[in-house]
């Protein structure tokens, strides 16, 4: 069965400090995808970045870098330098092959104060 | 090119009533996808339409419905709304093939009161 762990529901920080989120996925395909995206308060989930499973190199665009490493499971998400503009709950999601179903983590709400 | 778009962003129904949801995809995407979101159980997976016709199908009860028509606009509906419905409901459209990416609208809060 598919599963998406965000252990931390909540993190606060303080603009400019450097933030990772987490998220530990589980799966028996050997093709799948994962994701990250965005939620404002407006609702509208932004989509941040896509990975599919054969491709383990790190990314960075910008202040955001995101971490995949199948031996742990893991694709975590760095947010160097945070704004305000921040502030939002983040979802990590798994897909199978085909992208046609999303399997969300419970996200994370991501507070950066001023 | 405009995004996704739901119709209407906000709802409030009476328990027993039932809801009907609108989904406009992005201009030449055939997938439509819904979710529900809930602050207790989160995002969860509806079910997803392509070409007029369902092609996946969450673990909800059969009071959830869809459709999809011949332009790719998708409705859901909602039959003896329970209080346990109140979410936000979003919307997800793909151009449909493997490897392209999913945009999803900003979402219809539903409240049953």
């Known amino acids: 069965a598919q599963k998406v762990t965000q252990a931390q529901t909540e993190i606060s920080v303080v603009e400019k400090e450097d933030v990772t989120l987490d998220c530990v996925y589980e799966?028996?395909?050997?093709?799948?995808?994962l994701f990250w995206y965005k939620q404002p308060p407006s609702g509208e989930l932004v989509f941040l970045i896509r990975r599919n499973s054969f491709d383990e190199q790190n990314e960075i665009s910008g202040r955001y870098s995101w971490n995949f490493q199948k031996s742990t499971s893991s694709f975590n998400f760095t947010i160097t330098a945070s704004q305000v503009v921040d502030s939002a709950v983040y979802f990590c999601a798994l897909s199978e092959w085909n992208f046609n179903k999303f399997y969300f983590g419970s996200g994370t709400k991501l507070n950066v104060k001023p | 090119k405009a995004g996704v778009t739901q119709t209407p962003r906000y709802l409030i129904k009476t328990r027993g009533q039932q809801v009907t949801l609108s989904c406009s995809p992005i201009s030449g995407h055939r997938s439509v996808s819904w979710y529900q979101q809930t602050p207790g159980q989160g995002l969860q997976f509806l079910f997803e339409?392509?070409?007029?016709?369902?092609?996946n199908k969450g673990n909800f009860p059969g009071r959830f419905s869809g459709r999809q028509f011949s332009n790719s606009r998708s409705e859901m509906n909602v039959s003896t709304l329970e209080l346990g419905d109140s979410a936000l409901y979003l919307c997800?459209?793909?151009?449909?093939?493997?490897?392209?990416?999913?945009?999803f609208g900003q979402g219809t809060r539903l409240t049953v009161v």
């Open positions: 799966t028996r395909d050997t093709t799948y995808y």
């Open positions: 339409y392509f070409s007029e016709t369902q092609r």
């Open positions: 997800a459209s793909k151009e449909g093939s493997p490897n392209t990416e999913a945009f």
